[in-house]
């Protein structure tokens, strides 16, 4: 088994089976195939295309390229995953209330991507919150708290990581086979009992139109069920920002009002369609109707934000955060209003252009090894069918600088288009699949 006999086969559409999947993997992960060939297998995988059945082998082969997780634990082993999207910080709110709720969950998540920001970012927008921990912290974290969010190791699926880089310089990102296979690699690796996923589409997401978002979420649902691990997904709208904020601390701050009672809104609602059939499949609820309703109750009796306390705490982070997140979170030193240029109603909002913002106030990263400024950002941004009066504000901006306040306004006026009449709004739960 060679690698020019492999990609010769891949360039006939001939497909690969699980031994030669499992030699790439290895290959992959050892740097025993060089980035040309890397490079050709992504692109061969992009032209033509695997089978279901390719897809899966791929997808285990990369898993099973690192450390699998296993777990001794008194409760099912559960996780979550976003395609991404503006102002999307419901892992920071579901992986407490899950594991309020009896499930355990090693949630292996990753910063921030493009327009969209990074769960990890978020978490260590707190002070002294440190997301990269060895194996044994994480299980030990997992084991006292039920959850823990961290960056994943250097050996889990390695052969992902190689080839992602790989990926982003060859044109071979837009692949439905190689993102399902990064995608589910990863998390099957965390030694899951269930999972669920939620796929984005809207002007906020990388899926901009349903049928790419369908195709997607079934592709992810068939996969992940076929390598053993019970797995649904909803498609969720991403039309407008989540929560009305965007900027690491900033979301922050509003998973903690959810979190301390003291706001509610879309995140909940779609934390609740995510969780409620997860825990019914961990056997932790009757149905999905039920386990949503055990999920709202975890928040609102405060024992999730009692779980995100342990698991702060633990990963190096203040003790009773929840009691001192308005204290301790970095606040920007400029915060500026962006005026409605005219009266009317938010009729839509482009919400790829508020996180390109964001990253262009210092909130993101153009470039791997950029720092993040975790204080910068946008809040109060008004939500679709708003109505505002010409000169009242559309969002405030949070920035480091008047400079950057002032150029980012301009950028988050355009994005917001302003009409005579309210639009139609979209369902928040558009279709659940598996």
Known sequence: ?????????????????????????????????????????????????????????????????????????????????????????????????????????????????????????????????????????????????????????????????????????????????????????????????????????????????????????????????????????????????????????LEVVEVMRVLTGQGTGPIVEVAAALGGGLLANGGLARDAQDGADKLREAIRSGAAAERFDRMIAAMGGPADFSQLWQRVLPEATVIRAVPAPVAGYVAAIDGEALGLGVVALGGGRVVESDQIDPAVGLSEILRLGSYVEKGQPLAMVHASRPEDADRVAAQVAAAMTLADSAPDLPDLILERVG
């Open 1 to 249: 088994m060679n690698a020019r006999a492999i990609l010769a086969k891949l360039r006939h559409a001939q497909g690969l089976d699980e031994a030669e999947m499992s030699w790439v993997a290895q290959a992959l992960a050892t740097g025993q195939l060089s980035d040309a060939q890397a490079g050709a297998f992504a692109m061969g995988v992009c032209l033509n295309g695997l089978t279901d059945a390719g897809r899966v082998a791929l997808t285990l082969a990369m898993r099973d390229s690192g450390r699998v997780l296993e777990w001794d634990l008194d409760g099912p082993v559960l996780d979550k995953h976003s395609t991404g999207g503006v102002g999307d910080c419901v892992s920071l709110i579901l992986a407490p209330a899950l594991a309020a709720c009896g499930a355990y969950v090693p949630m292996i998540s990753g910063r921030g991507l493009g327009h969209t920001g990074g769960t990890l970012d978020k978490l260590e927008a707190i002070p002294g919150v440190v997301t990269q921990i060895d194996a044994q912290k994480f299980g030990a974290v997992v084991a006292d708290a039920g959850c823990a969010i961290v960056g994943a190791t250097a050996d889990i699926a390695p052969a992902d990581k190689r080839l992602y880089a790989v990926r982003d310089v060859s044109s071979t990102v837009d692949s439905l086979d190689l993102i399902t296979a990064s995608i589910l690699s990863k998390k099957l690796a965390a030694g899951l009992d269930g999972l669920v996923l939620d796929v984005k589409v809207g002007s906020g997401a990388f899926m901009k139109d349903m049928a790419q978002a369908r195709a997607l979420a079934e592709a992810l649902t068939k996969t992940a069920n076929a390598a053993g691990c019970r797995t649904t997904a909803i498609i969720s709208d991403m039309s407008q920002p989540l929560v009305p904020s965007l900027g690491n601390a």
